[in-house]
């Protein structure tokens, strides 16, 4: 009976939503008649047809001041934004994706002949969002703005939605749209009604494309490695996990490339690199997406610091071939991407920052020292992860020009080779930049009896309660055995890098579409109240 009331109720909610109606604004209301009354008329809203575009807005407002014998047939499509309307003539301003483009319309052009109905019927009952094709002439107005004089148009797509359109005044802007959870939501939006937008991808794509150029022109090879794989590993991580039904076992999505990678050097590649989406479930914030991109690149035959030079000069490419210039501006601060970039070991920049060497310190001594500097200490923190902890709390945001951390200790990296000359430490280096971290290098550990140690661990700090603790990947382990040379490899922050050069405070400014918490719309909570009650 039970059983068959619970069923019941849920059925009863589900038959209650289903009943209520979709709930439009009134502009919403009036732009769907629209869409009927053009369908009365004949008129489809959303053609297939093909409309040939044979120039851009950009590309008319450089050529044709030079030359005004350009565009005198040209066919131009793109988004309404704004709209005067005057009796027989108006004005329309329209937007490609190049820019924007002032259109004169007359009614007696467009509709020739007795019937000038279609004029009211149809033109003038085109809304803000709508897009549109055009041919006609380009002029220059007796304002003094270049614009397109129509002959023709054609609706390709009406737009249901108001736009939340930007006002502007006297130089001033009203009703921006600058919620940013709303565009992060919404990027289509914000793409639509914040152009400027679409440069911090221009700029984010001609990034990766100089690194790629980069890396090619050097004859490394860019690769693929699985992105489901049945061990997560390659970095310090929460992954996450999923099911494969066919196989009856547990994915994870990968946290790094890494040991794939170097399974391709063991295969006997000189060099190898991947863009890479990886996935970390771990906190958001302005700088962690659970999604993000890196580049890891791995060589053969050498090191870390043949690798701290490499990016020293890749990094300086991009950003001259982002602005012309090793300098950047970022918030308040130009940085200078020029080479050669400050170097310190790790323990030369706790000493430099905080007055203390704490590299001959016990773990008790290490644990003491750092809450006294202020880092929250557990008992699941071994040496390795005391150190990293002390350099972010009293170093790395102090470390705003480009700055490569070398020689971290031991204890803090289970894939890295040890120190050739330094007892206790290992051949790594990051580099930090804007008071974060840009990239993550080593010299390789190839030795597979020493990195089966480091393995194991990781396994004790996982049992200790470490959960981003490392996994012992025996496939992996196997391929060493049968010798990997030694190799340098890098892995570096496409998004973080993306924020820097492109002057973005938040790493959600450069991912189109990053994560977000769901989305709880407004008639979504008063029905989840209205069906408590």
Known sequence: MTAFLTIKMVYLQVKKKKERKMELSEQEVIRRKKLEDFANLGINSYP????????????????????????????????????????????????????????????????????????NSVFKKLDIGDIIGVNGFVFITQTGEISIHVKSYK???????????????????????????????????????????????????LLVNTMRNFLNERGYLEVETPILQPLYGGAAARPFKTHHNKLDMTLYLRIADELYLKRLIVGGFDGVYEFSKDFRNEGMDR??????????????????????????????????ALHGTTQVKVGENIIDFKRPWKRFTMYEAIEHFTGTDISEMSEEEMACFAKKVGVAVDNTMGRGKLIDEIFGETCESKLIQPTFIYDYPLEMSPLTKKHRSKPGLTERFEAICNGKELCNAYSELNDPIDQRKRFEDQLELGRRGDTESMVLDEDFLRSLEFGMPPTAGLGIGIDRLAMIMTNSNSIQDVLLFPQMKPERKAEETQNTESDKQ
């Not at 050529?63 to 040209?74: H, I, R």
């Not at 006297?170 to 289509?188: S, T």
């Open 48 to 119: 297939a047809e093909e409309f040939t575009v044979n120039a851009t807005t950009a590309e008319i407002r450089e050529k044709y001041p030079q030359d005004n014998t350009l565009f005198q047939n040209v066919s131009i499509a793109g988004r309404i934004m704004k709209q005067r309307i005057m009796g027989a003539v108006s004005f329309y301003e329209l937007q490609d994706s190049k820019g924007k483009i002032q259109i004169y319309v007359k009614r007696d052009e467009i509709c020739p002949g007795e019937d000038k109905s279609a004029y």
């Open 155 to 205: 609706l390709l797509s009406k737009s249901l939605r108001p736009l939340p359109i930007v006002k502007e005044k006297d130089g001033e802007v009203f009703d921006a749209f600058q919620d940013p959870e709303q565009r992060y939501r919404q990027r289509y939006l914000d793409l639509i009604v914040n152009p400027e937008v679409k440069d911090t991808f221009i700029k984010r794509t």
């Open 287 to 320: 700088f962690h997406n659970p999604e993000f991109t890196q580049m890891e690149l791995y060589v053969a035959y050498k090191d870390y610091e043949w690798m701290m030079n490499l990016v020293e000069e890749m990094v300086e490419a991009v950003a001259i």
